[in-house]
């Protein structure tokens, strides 16, 4: 199953992993030029997340390894860029606490509900929603962003709640022996969804303009 790592939409995620030691150091001289190549390295990071997935499905490389690996990965980037923003940006401990709080229950909880069964619990919508709110606040703190900071804050705090919910969903069907439920988008909320997305990330694209031009 090991060899699995090195199918593309894995090194992909395994990317996201391996560029934090830069990113880190950036913080750490917290020059201007440092600063934006940890914010351009975040992007890509970010980036990566959904690629891994779009590439596995369309050139079928899609494995229970990488459906496993790809949140373990998002999980990893996070606690690690935590760590450097504690350190080097001010990140309020009490939020980190939270976010880091929620991974190690998810992780711990399905340790103990899902070890000797052959089971694969995928990411869920909700999770890929966390994790983009989660890129978005450390980008913003990384940059020191005041209205990225604050929003992202409120739409983390959101996602953490909900995506629980989801996984406690998930595997309380697991525990009674049932299949993990499988996402079954709505197109209605869908549409919803991207237009709620595509007008907050311009609003957000905007102010962070005006400030990048202070």
């Given at each position: ?29 917290d ?7 940890a914010?351009?390295?975040?992007f ?13 499905r369309k ?9 496993a ?17 504690i350190?080097f940006?001010?990140f309020?401990l009490?939020?980190?606490g939270i ?10 909880a ?7 069964r052959?089971?694969v619990v ?10 983009a709110?989660?890129?978005l ?10 209205f990225?900071?604050?929003?992202t804050t409120?739409?983390?705090?959101f996602?953490t ?6 996984y406690?969903?998930v595997?309380q ?10 996402f079954?988008?709505n197109?209605?909320?869908a549409?919803?969804r991207t237009?709620?997305?595509?007008l ?5 694209i905007?102010?962070?303009w ?5």
């Amino acid at each position: 199953m090991l060899k699995e790592i090195f199918l593309l939409p894995n090194l992909i995620s395994l990317f996201r992993v391996l560029i934090t030691p830069v990113i880190g150091y950036c913080l750490y001289i917290d020059s201007e030029l440092a600063t934006y190549t940890a914010l351009v390295l975040m992007f890509f990071a970010g980036i990566s997340d959904a690629l891994d997935g779009y590439i596995a499905r369309k050139m079928n490389l899609v494995s229970d390894f990488g459906v496993a690996f790809d949140p373990i990965c998002d999980k990893i980037f996070a606690i690690i860029m935590l760590v450097f923003l504690i350190l080097f940006r001010e990140f309020p401990l009490w939020l980190a606490g939270i976010i880091l709080g929620r991974d190690l229950l998810i992780v711990f909880a399905g340790w103990l509900l899902l070890k000797g069964r052959k089971i694969v619990v995928p990411s869920n919508l909700t999770g890929k929603y966390t994790f983009a709110s989660i890129a978005l606040l450390l980008g913003s703190s990384t940059i020191r962003f005041p209205f990225g900071i604050e929003t992202t804050t409120y739409f983390t705090l959101f996602f953490t709640v909900v995506s629980l919910l989801v996984y406690y969903r998930v595997f309380q069907k697991v525990k009674k022996g049932e299949p993990a439920p499988s996402f079954k988008d709505n197109k209605n909320y869908a549409i919803m969804r991207t237009a709620f997305v595509v007008l907050y990330l311009s609003y957000f694209i905007y102010k962070l303009w005006l400030y990048l031009l202070c």
